[in-house]
């Protein structure tokens, strides 16, 4: 019985085969991968492991960074100028040695007095860091010429919860003449013992300018020294007032 003829090869049936390339399948399944493909992929797995690297975590399990990289930033000069009073330009004259050095080595600021149009003019230069660098010398110049103590406005540069309170007597009661001047009387006291003693049961500095009266220190504090002066004005006598910062001054060592 002979073969069947699809089993039957011959040599140059072999041959043909061999030579012809086998179909390529387009189905789903197979994935094709590149060579850019993969090198993109070791790249971001570079980057991944190199960022895991970097990151660290803290005994509470907080993630710790470094610190960013400083970026060069375009400078832009701000100038602010403050108006001094007549009578506080010789003052300034002697107090500038002591002035000018918290707000240049401080602050990074270029001052200069400009005494001929009795003002201080104030500029940000390219080694100024601070953003409320500005402001903050603003405000110790500023507490300077409403009459407080260089040492006293210094401490405006150094904290951040200090303020400046500014009201008049006539804004507590209306007073004229006699009234007036006695009530300024009863505010200083004799040699000032009465606004030195609110100064310091309250911790503040009290400044008084005539009829206006300025309060250097905390939210708090500020509030007890403006309760102690309106008491003074309405007419309390000065006894009742001590007792009463007494009082506050034994809360306030409590507190604290």
Same mark, same amino acid.
């Not at 405000?139 to 210094?154: H, N, P, Q």
């Given at each position: 019985?002979?073969?069947?003829?699809?089993?039957?090869?011959?040599?140059?049936?072999?041959?043909?085969?061999?030579?012809?390339?086998?179909?390529?399948?387009?189905?789903?399944?197979?994935?094709?991968?590149?060579?850019?493909?993969?090198?993109?992929?070791?790249?971001?797995?570079?980057?991944?492991?190199?960022?895991? /690297? #970097?990151? %660290?975590?803290?005994?509470?399990?907080?993630?710790?960074?470094? &610190?960013? $990289?400083?970026?060069?930033? =375009?400078?832009? /000069? #701000?100038? %602010?100028?403050?108006?001094?009073?007549?009578?506080?330009?010789? &003052?300034? $004259?002697?107090?500038?040695? =002591?002035?000018?050095?918290?707000?240049?080595?401080?602050?990074?600021?270029?001052?200069?007095?400009?005494?001929?149009?009795?003002?201080?003019?104030?500029?940000?230069?390219?080694?100024?860091?601070?953003?409320?660098?500005?402001?903050?010398?603003?405000?110790?110049?500023?507490?300077?010429?409403?009459?407080?103590?260089?040492?006293?406005?210094?401490?405006?540069?150094?904290?951040?919860?200090?303020?400046?309170?500014?009201?008049?007597?006539?804004?507590?009661?209306?007073?004229?003449?006699?009234?007036?001047?006695?009530?300024?009387?009863?505010?200083?006291?004799?040699?000032?013992?009465?606004?030195?003693?609110?100064?310091?049961?309250?911790?503040?500095?009290?400044?008084?300018?005539?009829?206006?009266?300025?309060?250097?220190?905390?939210?708090?504090?500020?509030?007890?020294?403006?309760?102690?002066?309106?008491?003074?004005?309405?007419?309390?006598?000065?006894?009742?007032?001590?007792?009463?910062?007494?009082?506050?001054?034994?809360?306030?060592?409590?507190?604290?």
């Amino acid at each position: 019985m002979p073969a069947p003829t699809a089993l039957l090869r011959r040599p140059e049936d072999l041959a043909e085969a061999q030579a012809t390339p086998l179909p390529q399948d387009n189905g789903d399944d197979d994935i094709m991968v590149d060579a850019t493909v993969t090198a993109a992929s070791g790249q971001q797995n570079t980057q991944v492991q190199s960022r895991d /690297a #970097e990151m %660290r975590i803290d005994e509470e399990g907080r993630p710790k960074f470094p &610190p960013a $990289k400083e970026v060069a930033r =375009k400078h832009i /000069a #701000e100038t %602010r100028k403050v108006l001094i009073p007549p009578h506080r330009i010789t &003052p300034l $004259k002697s107090a500038w040695p =002591k002035m000018y050095p918290p707000l240049v080595e401080h602050l990074k600021l270029q001052v200069r007095m400009n005494v001929k149009a009795r003002a201080v003019e104030m500029r940000t230069s390219k080694f100024t860091t601070d953003s409320g660098a500005l402001q903050k010398g603003e405000d110790f110049v500023k507490a300077f010429s409403l009459g407080f103590d260089v040492d006293d406005a210094i401490a405006l540069l150094r904290l951040d919860d200090l303020y400046i309170e500014t009201f008049e007597v006539k804004d507590v009661k209306t007073l004229n003449g006699e009234h007036l001047g006695r009530a300024i009387g009863r505010i200083a006291g004799k040699d000032g013992k009465t606004k030195f003693a609110i100064e310091n049961a309250s911790r503040t500095r009290v400044v008084l300018a005539d009829q206006k009266i300025h309060i250097l220190g905390g939210f708090r504090n500020i509030h007890i020294a403006r309760e102690a002066i309106c008491s003074l004005i309405l007419g309390s006598p000065p006894g009742k007032v001590y007792g009463n910062l007494r009082t506050v001054a034994s809360r306030m060592k409590e507190r604290f």
